[in-house]
């Protein structure tokens, strides 16, 4: 089972985390993440992030007095379709108002469908029992979202390099949702923002406000690019920015008045994953992005950054330090985290 395009944390998460500059060793960081996401579906055996997707299920007519269908262990977000007899040349389709999804009262996710018995429907086997039940939904533990920014031009449906308005609601990582279609941000690149500092800057780390044209071009919380050096933008006031200077292992540099801001809004993306379908989206499309469990969310971070020091080391657990000295780096922590989402969330198959 590959997660390649469903990660729990993001890039830039581990990288804040441990302090790491640059992008010489983005792409190792991001096996460790996707190893990570990896682990967590594998031993809870769930997704936290939602697929689209036709599930088959045996007829069952011996559970429940035959109205009942259990799902496998499978979490149900939503049914789109559910249809009887799956594999007969015409299907019976089994309408929204003659079924529940339960547990009613802690679902989503739900467990089970069950005929309304008040209703005339019925779970028909067809020709074979075998796989007769297909059920069209959401699967997964849930579907949270947070907002995140609008498209900044409109996209056709095939593009992969799209264009957003803020560049800090997203990371390398981050499953978005624009519509209906979901996709996995696998990176991030410079686009200008149209802004312009409008005051000479010096080569001072002091100098911390930049005075632009116009302040509502730039966004609190993103990492702009002057020249070649990256600034992170801690808050805006009118035209003025507050910023941390020679950001993210950037050289300190001075800087002409008129020069452009850039911030890396281009996303690269993977289109239609997790069982969505691509399709064109207009210029100020609404973006959010899937919200996974603040504990999974934290274990995932806390695996990678545990794999990139044990790497450090050689997988010895000793790490070197900067006075000649060492550091010995252990995964007790990373194991109680583990058993603790075993506890929490864990089934036995996935």
């Not at 200008?192 to 609190?220: D, F, H, Q, Y």
Request: proline share 3%; hydrophobic share 40%; aromatic share 8%.
């Amino acid at each position: 089972m590959s997660n390649a395009t469903r990660w729990y944390c993001t890039r830039e998460a581990v990288k804040a985390a441990v302090g790491m500059p640059g992008a010489d060793l983005d792409s190792l960081l991001d096996s460790y993440v996707e190893a990570a996401s990896e682990d967590v579906e594998s031993f809870l055996g769930r997704r936290f992030i939602p697929e689209t997707a036709i599930k088959y299920f045996r007829w069952p007519p011996l559970i429940g007095g035959g109205y009942v269908l259990q799902l496998d262990d499978l979490d149900l977000i939503a049914v789109t379709l559910l249809q009887a007899a799956a594999l007969d040349t015409t299907p019976t389709t089994i309408v929204a108002a003659d079924f529940f999804t339960e547990p009613v009262n802690s679902g989503p996710p739900y467990t089970r469908i069950e005929i309304d018995q008040s209703s005339s429907a019925a779970f028909e086997s067809g020709d074979t029992s075998q796989r007769s039940i297909a059920v069209t939904g959401r699967w997964g533990y849930g579907e949270d979202t947070k907002a995140a920014g609008a498209l900044a031009e409109a996209d056709d449906g095939s593009e992969t390099a799209l264009e957003v308005t803020d560049s800090s609601l997203i990371g390398v990582g981050d499953t978005i949702k624009i519509g209906t279609e979901a996709m996995f941000v696998s990176g991030k690149n410079l686009l200008t923002t149209t802004a312009t500092n409008s005051a000479a800057l010096a080569a001072n780390r002091a100098e911390t406000t930049i005075a632009v044209n116009t302040g509502t071009l730039i966004k609190a919380g993103e990492t702009i690019t002057i020249d070649s050096e990256r600034m992170f933008v801690e808050s805006i006031s009118a035209n003025n920015l507050t910023v941390q200077r020679a950001y993210d292992g950037s050289t300190l540099a001075s800087h002409l008045i008129t020069q452009t801001l850039y911030a890396p809004r281009t996303l690269t993306v993977v289109r239609a994953v997790n069982g969505t379908t691509a399709a064109a989206h207009d210029t100020a499309a609404a973006i959010v992005k899937y919200a996974p469990p603040a504990d999974i969310v934290e274990y995932c971070r806390a695996h990678a950054i545990a794999h990139h020091q044990q790497g450090r080391s050689g997988w010895t657990g000793v790490v070197p330090n900067t006075e000649g000295g060492a550091v010995e780096t252990k995964m007790f922590g990373i194991w109680a985290m583990k058993q603790a989402l075993i506890e929490k969330y864990g089934r036995v198959s996935f």
